[in-house]
């Protein structure tokens, strides 16, 4: 950096740059500060750490997970309804996903206009404070409550619990789905935008996708008189799922 800004003393201009070479240059020139910054105040860490040139929206979230401490790439929070994912929220930065359990409830209750009767979610939501808010409106949480755990657990609850956890997989699986199938975690765009519109792009073709394999289902409950076995058994389980009570499922990843 120093003998850049030699060269512009001596007369050099950064007018005969790119566009590419000049947004390289700043942030070469950001990261310079950081890393001054850093040294100046004898400090090991930096809230909007540059760690890529390409890509200086990208920021290191640290996750905990076995064999990766440290991820790379856009955080998701997202809702499940009726196996379909619905994207909340889209952010580099690390955020702390218990602050949006209230705003999807509430746009759950827009979209329905009403609230669930239950919502599944991980560890993280069941905070006290949206425990509070669901109770307020009749939701249930699902997990067990908060403080010691009782040292004698009921069959019955031990059952619910169980039958929560199975419910609360739908969203793990539609992530685990979006990687397999779709190339959720092979996004190869740079800019900002783009990688966020990829990644919104995938989620509506998983949708889409689902709600194909829907009204193929319909198709095969229409032709039931060539098939009535089978035209029976699609319409008896669409009928059971029609019947199960709606359920929210929340998650982040």
Not at 18 to 43: G, I
Not at 44 to 60: A, T
Not at 203 to 210: K, R
Request: contains cysteine; glycine residues 6%; hydrophobic residues 35%.
């Amino acid at each position: 950096m120093a003998h850049i800004e030699q060269l512009i003393e001596s007369g050099a201009s950064l007018g005969n740059l790119n566009k590419k070479q000049y947004k390289t240059l700043l942030v070469l020139t950001e990261v310079s500060r950081q890393q001054q910054w850093l040294f100046d105040n004898n400090k090991q860490s930096l809230e909007e750490k540059i760690v890529s040139l390409s890509q200086p929206h990208i920021r290191p979230i640290v996750r905990g997970k076995a064999g990766k401490n440290v991820e790379f790439g856009a955080k998701i929070s997202a809702s499940c309804f009726e196996v379909y994912v619905f994207l909340y929220r889209m952010s580099w930065d690390h955020f702390n996903e218990s602050g949006d359990l209230k705003a999807q409830v509430e746009a759950y209750y827009r979209f329905t206009g009403y609230y669930p009767e239950s919502v599944h979610a991980d560890r993280i939501y069941r905070t006290r404070e949206n425990r509070a808010w669901c109770k307020e409106r009749g939701i249930r949480i699902s997990g067990p409550p908060l403080g010691r755990p009782p040292a004698i657990v009921s069959k019955s609850k031990k059952k619910q619990a169980a039958y929560d956890e199975r419910i609360r997989q739908a969203i793990e699986g539609k992530f685990g789905q979006g990687k397999r199938r779709f190339c959720l975690n092979l996004v190869m765009t740079k800019l900002d935008n783009s990688w966020q519109t990829a990644i919104a792009i995938t989620f509506l073709v998983m949708n889409l996708s689902t709600w194909w394999r829907r009204f193929f289902c319909v198709f095969l409950c229409r032709s039931g008189k060539a098939m009535p076995v089978f035209g029976f058994y699609i319409t008896y389980t669409y009928t059971l799922l029609k019947l199960k009570p709606e359920k929210l499922i929340l998650n982040s990843g």
